[in-house]
């Protein structure tokens, strides 16, 4: 199965052409639904991703680009009195304190090191012939986003894999039994095909109503206000670009023929049009002007109805100070504390959980091997410098300590004894 899937790959990306046809273009190939479901707001089906544009697109790559910005680094446990098998640096300080556990909280007698030579690190970076890894994570929250699932592929059968291949998601169906993952079948050029679960990695978000499905998106629980918003700006544009509306109207006190109205209509045109704006008309006969304005009040009412920012930003987590200019830097600060803190650390250990999951446990099924990220969320500076100099001061770390996380070097202070709050080496 595995040599089948793979050819079948290769020569999905050798032909673009053949790829087009076999993939049946925007609408989907004969007999496959494309991702969506129904929609109980609108009252219809569709796919969430024709909707990515206008607010819904700034959310979605907004979140996407965030996380990632802050890739997966791999961690390894170290036990008591053991020798690493791997390239690997200790974690100090705060490094070790900002670690977010896959599992929730930091094992007990065993030491975590960050692992700076792995095979795994290898595949994350290069990815595959086509994508590198920032594409690999962006596009993979992104399908998030939009569809609530993200798939890789998995090519090979060693315990790592030799390259990861993005699935899109509306060509990806999971079959189950029950509650148990069967195979994910995926359309393609050569019909349906069946991967196992083994050559998936299946990123979602929860959905309540199927706890075993695909996920619910930000994109796909507002989908309705989505649309809307898209029929707000097409509704705009047609205003302008087919209102049938003059901007000036002349109405002469007595009636004129077709030739004389078309004669003051040219002249009109040839002084004022492009540019013609503030110059001097003298009239030949008496002329009422009426300046017709367009009204946008019906906009607004169809705004307040549902075609608004806030439904789309706070459904994908975005604060609005992100999506306005009415705002000040106190605002912004506020939200990207709030941003990072409530919107793109769950996502990252979302993400981190299931690589685990997956790519360690696969390259390493003793459980010493997870992916974590950084934390995203800010160290308060001012209170960062008031700790380093209590512990300082209190004799809790060490000067060399300080300069070790900073990627200093050591200084030496002979065989003389350290004294806590002097920087000075003691008399």
């Not at 086509?130 to 090979?156: I, R, Y």
């Not at 006969?285 to 439904?311: F, I, P, R, Y």
């Not at 010493?368 to 209190?394: C, I, K, N, W």
Request: hydrophobic fraction near 40%; include cysteine.
């Amino acid at each position: 199965m595995a040599e089948r899937w793979t050819g079948w790959w290769k020569r999905w990306w050798g032909g673009r052409a053949e790829r087009r046809t076999a993939w049946g273009g925007a609408g989907g190939s004969a007999g496959w639904t494309p991702l969506g479901g129904r929609d109980s707001q609108a009252g219809g089906t569709g796919n969430p991703l024709e909707e990515l544009r206008h607010t819904a697109y700034a959310c979605a790559s907004l979140n996407a680009a965030v996380c990632a910005s802050y890739p997966p680094k791999l961690y390894t446990l170290v036990g008591a009195g053991e020798t690493p098998r791997l390239a690997t640096r200790r974690l100090r300080g705060e490094a070790l304190e900002r670690l977010a556990w896959p599992g929730g909280g930091m094992p007990q007698g065993v030491e975590v090191r960050q692992v700076e030579d792995h095979p795994l690190l290898d595949l994350l970076a290069e990815v595959n012939p086509e994508q590198d890894a920032q594409e690999l994570w962006e596009l993979t929250t992104l399908h998030q986003e939009c569809a609530g699932s993200a798939f890789w592929l998995l090519e090979g059968d060693g315990p790592v894999p030799s390259a990861v291949w993005v699935l899109a998601p509306e060509r990806v169906r999971l079959e189950r039994d029950g509650a148990l993952m069967t195979a994910y079948r995926v359309s393609g050029p050569a019909g349906l095909v069946d991967l196992s679960p083994e050559q998936v990695v299946h990123f979602r978000y929860p959905d309540p109503r199927d706890c075993y499905g695909k996920g619910l998106g930000p994109l796909q629980a507002v989908l309705a206000s989505a649309r809307l918003a898209s029929q707000f700006v097409a509704y705009k544009r047609g205003l302008w670009e087919n209102a049938a509306l003059p901007g000036v109207v002349l109405t002469p006190e007595a009636p004129l023929g077709d030739e004389e109205r078309e004669r003051l209509e040219a002249e009109w045109n040839a002084k004022f049009r492009k540019g013609g704006n503030g110059r001097v008309l003298v009239a030949d006969s008496s002329l009422k002007v009426s300046v017709v304005q367009n009204s946008l009040a019906d906009l607004a009412a169809l705004a307040e109805a549902g075609a608004t920012k806030e439904d789309i930003a706070n459904a994908f987590g975005v604060p609005m100070a992100y999506l306005t200019k009415e705002t000040n830097l106190a605002n912004l600060q506020a939200a990207d504390r709030q941003h990072l803190g409530l919107t793109i650390r769950p996502r990252l250990r979302r993400r981190d959980q299931r690589l685990t999951r997956t790519l360690a446990r696969r390259a390493d099924p003793t459980g010493r091997l997870f992916f974590a990220s950084d934390d995203p969320t800010p160290v308060e500076r001012d209170y960062a410098l008031r700790r380093q100099e209590l512990d300082m001061a209190q004799g809790v770390r060490t000067i060399n300590e300080l300069r070790l996380e900073r990627g200093l070097d050591a200084v030496a202070w002979g065989d003389k004894p350290w004294v806590p709050g002097n920087w000075k080496q003691a008399e």
